[in-house]
């Protein structure tokens, strides 16, 4: 089973700086497998990313995914207030299975 | 637009069984897998079980198979997990998510509903 590893589990930002998450996977991805959400307090997860690059609907494009192979990164070019929360990735696996990394919270400096 | 309504959640003693439905409207429900994700109480999420758009396949997590039961109607646009044998650990929020295209992600979520198992 393939373990993803996100990391750091907390960033401290203020609003307009640069945020890159990153997530590690136990084993190489294919990076259609590879997708990130966000979560809000109270709320469901929202899908940002698929295919470790591809922004969902609607998904504003200071959020970019990229990487490859075991390293995947979600970058938020400038941050704004509503983008606080906590982000997970998640990978789709041999043996019908999805997992998600133990996630990011992304949380106001 | 696309909506998932979770419903029948609540508190259960350990050992009991609950049954969960999600009803779907604004999307072509027959046409798309669907899912059950789980989080525990300030904890990460984690995948529950899957099942193909026509109901041929399912899929479980370790963790609950054989005590989880995913099923779908889709003459309802409804999905349902059937809980039997519930344990503390299996206290969550429950959300149902939309299979997105390819089936390697989730592009819609309902609000989830909640399930607590306690004596």
């Known amino acids: 089973e393939i373990v993803l590893t996100q990391s750091p589990g907390t960033l401290s930002l203020s609003p307009g700086e640069r945020a890159t998450l990153s997530c590690r996977a136990s084993?190489?991805?294919?990076?259609?497998?590879l997708a990130w959400y966000q979560q809000k307090p109270g709320q469901a997860p929202r899908l940002l990313i698929s295919?470790?690059?591809s922004r969902a609907t609607g998904i504003p494009d200071r959020f970019s995914g990229s990487g490859s192979g075991t390293d995947f990164t979600l970058t938020i070019s400038r941050l704004e207030p509503e983008d606080f929360g906590v982000y997970y990735c998640q990978q789709y696996g041999t043996s019908v299975t999805w997992t998600f990394g133990q996630g990011t919270k992304v949380e106001i400096k | 637009q696309v909506q998932l309504v979770e419903s029948g959640g609540g508190v259960v003693q350990p050992g009991r069984s609950l049954r969960l439905s999600c009803a779907a409207s604004g999307l072509s429900f027959s046409s798309y897998g669907m899912h059950w994700v789980r989080q525990a109480p300030g904890k990460g999420l984690e995948w529950v079980a899957v099942i193909w758009y026509d109901g041929s396949n399912t899929y479980y997590a370790d963790s609950v198979k054989g005590r989880f039961t995913i099923s779908r109607d889709n003459s309802k646009d409804t999905l349902y997990l059937q809980m039997n044998s519930l344990r503390a650990e299996d206290t969550a929020m429950y959300y149902c998510?939309?299979?997105?295209?390819?089936?390697?992600?989730?592009?819609?979520w309902g609000q989830g509903t909640l399930v607590t198992v306690s004596s």
């Open positions: 084993q190489s991805v294919s990076s259609t497998y």
């Open positions: 295919g470790a690059s």
């Open positions: 998510a939309r299979g997105g295209s390819g089936g390697y992600f989730f592009d819609f």
